[in-house]
């Protein structure tokens, strides 16, 4: 295992690509409502990166993925391929945004309500964006990887979901996917101790019923095997010498 620590400028450059992918999130939001396909999304996400921010849908040809946005629709866990089929009232849809610029990548997604979900729907989306959130704010100088995936598990487990094991965090800069893994389910005082320079993505996938996952004939597309609700967020952060900045945080998002 071997994490790049970024210096200086490496980090400046980590805020802008971070920036951009934030700030598609930000423009997609209006445009995700019943009736719209998520061929669409992902067109007006890849217009935005490549003309208005000059820079690059990361998920495009990455290992022969399709598409330049992944959505990710009610029981589909991560990595969903845009289609033609429209947004139904209802539905609940992770957006995954990763951008390049500059050499570095920014990678955040967020989950969308289309009209109104279910209570059970609005209930993983919310679980799922409070193991995020406890996650991030464990991170800082000697805390431990393992300290971070034990806090984000014994929260949704104590809320009655589960935590996907099969894909997890990542480092990040140059790279997509940089070491080290970041589980989203572990052990305290094991794994990875953090330290300043270090850039990654907390990124948990919480299902309403059990844990286990399959892979679609399409090679790419993941869902559970019990077909429940799946919700995910993700954010790019930087280990400072103090704490944690959130490299995609969005306008008038607190941590
Ligand atoms: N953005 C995803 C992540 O959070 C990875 C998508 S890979 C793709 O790591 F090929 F499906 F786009
Ligand atoms: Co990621
Ligand atoms: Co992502």
């Given amino acids: 295992m071997s994490i ?14 971070g920036r951009l992918a934030a700030e598609v999130l930000e423009m ?3 445009h995700v409502q019943p009736g719209v396909t998520t061929n669409e999304l992902d067109r007006i ?4 990166i490549m003309n208005v921010q000059h820079a690059t849908p990361a998920p495009l040809n990455y290992h022969g993925f399709p598409k330049s946005i992944c959505t990710s629709v009610n029981h589909v866990v991560c990595h969903g391929i845009p289609s033609d089929k429209p947004l139904k009232g209802g539905d609940i849809i992770n957006m995954d945004i990763t951008v390049i610029k500059d050499g570095f990548h920014g990678d955040t997604s967020m989950m969308f309500c289309v009209g109104e979900p279910s ?5 993983v989306v919310q679980i799922a964006h409070e193991c995020l959130l406890i996650g991030i704010r464990m991170v800082r100088p000697g805390v431990r990887l393992g300290d971070i995936g034990y806090a984000i598990q ?3 487990e104590h809320s009655g979901c589960s935590v996907v094991r099969e894909y997890c965090g990542h480092g990040i800069g140059r790279g997509f996917h940089e070491d080290p893994q970041v589980l989203h389910y572990g052990q305290p005082d094991t794994g990875v101790t953090l330290e300043p320079g ?3 993505t907390i990124e948990p996938m919480i299902n309403l019923g059990k844990r286990h996952v399959k892979l679609l004939p399409d090679e790419w597309t993941v ?3 019990d077909h429940s609700l799946s919700a995910q967020w993700e954010h790019t952060v930087l280990v400072t010498e103090t704490g944690v900045e959130v490299l995609t945080l969005r306008a008038g998002e607190e941590i």
Avoid at 5 to 17: L, P
Avoid at 119 to 123: G, M, P, S
């Fill in 4 to 17: 790049i620590i970024k210096n200086s400028e490496d980090i400046q450059k980590m805020r802008v690509a």
């Fill in 28 to 30: 997609i939001a209006p």
């Fill in 45 to 48: 996400c890849h217009d935005h």
């Fill in 119 to 123: 209570i059970k729907a609005r209930r």
């Fill in 154 to 156: 014994r929260h949704a």
């Fill in 198 to 200: 270090m850039t990654f």
């Fill in 223 to 225: 869902v559970t095997k």
